[in-house]
């Protein structure tokens, strides 16, 4: 079940669609279950080709395969295609996209 479910479902049961307000869109519990989020740096093999830290999880991200793979991991889904940097799913074709696909911005300021 979805942390949008645990927080605003009854009984066990998925939120009534009434509960899908802006408020609770942005409710910050929602990003802070226990076990769903380590610090900044806690995983060091956690490494990307640039050497990046810590660029899984948030959100779906496009790699640069032909085959559509997504990379990272959205937090509804983390355990389903591997945790962590063995994320991976290849199950939506290159033109797919949704509101749980994005992309990150890295800078060396």
Same mark, same amino acid.
């Given at each position: 079940m979805s942390h949008f479910n645990k927080l605003f479902g009854k009984d066990?049961? &998925?939120a009534p669609q009434s509960a899908y307000?802006? #408020?609770n869109? @942005? +409710? #910050?519990r929602r990003n802070r279950p226990a076990g769903t989020c380590a610090p900044a740096g806690k995983f060091k093999k956690c490494r990307n080709s640039f050497g990046l830290y810590d660029m /899984?999880? @948030?959100l779906h991200e496009w790699t640069a395969t032909r085959t559509g793979t997504f990379r990272g991991g959205y937090y509804? +889904? /983390?355990h389903q295609h591997g945790d962590g940097c063995d994320y991976k799913t290849t &199950?939506?074709?290159p033109k797919y996209h949704d509101y749980s696909t994005g992309f990150r911005c890295c800078s060396d300021l």
């Open positions: 066990g049961k &998925a307000t802006y #408020e869109l @942005n +409710d #910050e /899984v999880g @948030n509804l +889904d /983390v &199950a939506h074709s």
